[in-house]
């Protein structure tokens, strides 16, 4: 067979651009098929950054407060305190107090307050409001501030306190003895325990009232709901005025209704606006289930703020009465009283009592004989309880009311000087 014949210089140069092409097609092939570049990191919107920036400044002011009971162990017979609620709450200022809802602490034998960082407080209890549902704890003892505290309890910088073991009898500053050298082995030195470690606490912002707040702006609520600590949630005020029920049974009024999801372990938590500061204390939801069907309620600040003020200073709340009983809403409308409040009884010696209010009572035969019943206070027309106690909110101890009474037939009006639901401890009478 013969040689091929050599390639001429036409063909050479085709066969050298095929080989160019394939190679070149090998390289954008590679190219083509490699990693894509890193894109950069997308920016957050301005709403994006107040939010986190609302959380990251607040988170360290919210607390978990777990309700402890003593049971018997069915097993061992031993005492144990167990957990049987956990709440949320908030250093309220630089002394270590901390505000959350009654109904968190209910029936506690003891109550365990845990911070942001984690560490753990056994807290007593300062005073509670059962009509408002708010209850101001105590942890501590105070270690030495981290800075001059300035302004009032809405501005005072971080302050530290000294870490305690939970359920510990002594305060944390307390010296603990050291062995004695009967009980150590010989030639051993007995070494002093560390010095607790201080904890820094930072009270939460207060707005200055809740009047101004209006449906519609956002809102954060921030608590533990389930146990997940330090949890956020968004949303908008609904409602405004709002009408819940007290555990006492008292109505709460002008309450904040959000859609920002609260949830069981929500209560005693936060809510706040758009500058960070407290409008409201998460309290309760609406909801046939238990869990959030953004229905969510939240007591406002202005009432927080006296009924805290009047606990951290007298240990309650003091609050004006009138000194009567009175038949509930749905039994008066079954005795065929359409509005006003059916009077039971006047305690003797009582504001009612004393302007001449008189009770329900029986006749010889037992039948039902009504008591006076209250139409109008001020001139405010009164048509259920919920009325009255608009009004007694409104007023303070010594305050004179013009109630107007219906007995029998006969319309009149009386003036009630108010008193107070706390009476100060009359002095003893020296003894002969």
């Known amino acids: 067979m013969e040689p091929e014949a050599s390639q001429s210089p036409r063909e050479r140069f085709l066969s050298g651009a095929v080989a160019l092409l394939g190679t070149a097609s090998l390289l954008v092939g590679a190219v083509t098929v490699g990693p ?11 709403e994006e950054q107040l939010t986190i920036e609302i959380f990251r400044k607040n988170t360290p002011s919210v607390v978990n407060v777990t309700n402890l009971a003593v049971k018997r162990d069915a097993f061992t017979m031993n005492m144990l305190e167990l957990p049987q609620g956990q709440g949320s709450g908030f250093i309220w200022d630089a002394t270590g107090h901390v505000v959350t809802n009654y109904h968190v602490i ?96 930072t009270p939460l912002s207060l707005c200055s009232s809740s009047a101004d707040i209006v449906v519609g702006q956002k809102v954060f609520a921030i608590g533990n709901p389930f146990g997940l600590d330090h949890t956020l949630t968004t949303g908008v005020v609904s409602g405004t005025g709002r009408e819940i029920q007290s555990i006492s049974g008292r109505p709460i009024q002008d309450v904040i209704q959000t859609d920002a999801a609260i949830n069981p372990g929500n209560s005693g938590g936060p809510l706040l606006d758009s500058g960070g500061c407290l409008i409201g204390i998460n309290t309760a939801i609406y909801s046939p289930t238990g869990a959030n069907n953004g229905v969510g309620f939240a007591i406002p600040v202005d009432i927080v703020k006296s009924s805290v003020g009047q606990i951290i200073q007298y240990g309650k709340v003091t609050r004006p009465i009138l000194g009567i009983s009175f038949a509930p809403d749905q039994s008066s409308e079954a005795l065929g009283i359409k509005a006003g409040i059916l009077v039971l009884s006047a305690r003797e010696g009582g504001p009612a009592w004393r302007a001449g209010l008189k009770g329900s009572s029986r006749d010889e035969y037992g039948r039902l004989v009504l008591g006076d019943i209250i139409t109008a206070v001020n001139g405010v027309k009164i048509k259920t309880s919920s009325d009255l106690y608009r009004v007694l909110d409104k007023s303070a101890v010594g305050d004179t009311l013009r109630i107007q009474v219906l007995r029998e037939n006969t319309t009149f009006e009386v003036n009630v000087v108010l008193d107070s639901n706390n009476p100060p401890p009359q002095p003893e009478q020296p003894k002969a």
């Open 36 to 46: 894509s570049p890193v894109m950069a990191k997308p920016r957050m919107t301005p």
């Open 106 to 201: 209910q029936d506690a034998s003891d109550i365990k307050v845990t911070l942001s960082g984690g560490e753990e407080f056994s807290a007593k209890v300062v005073g509670v409001d059962q009509d408002k549902d708010i209850a101001v704890l105590q942890i501590g003892p105070i270690g030495p501030p981290a800075s001059e505290a300035q302004g009032d309890g809405s501005s005072k910088p971080p302050q530290q306190l000294l870490a305690a073991a939970p359920g510990a009898a002594a305060p944390p500053s307390a010296a603990v003895p050291p062995p004695s050298a009967s009980s150590l082995p010989p030639g051993a030195v007995p070494v002093a325990p560390p010095p607790p470690e201080p904890v820094r606490v």
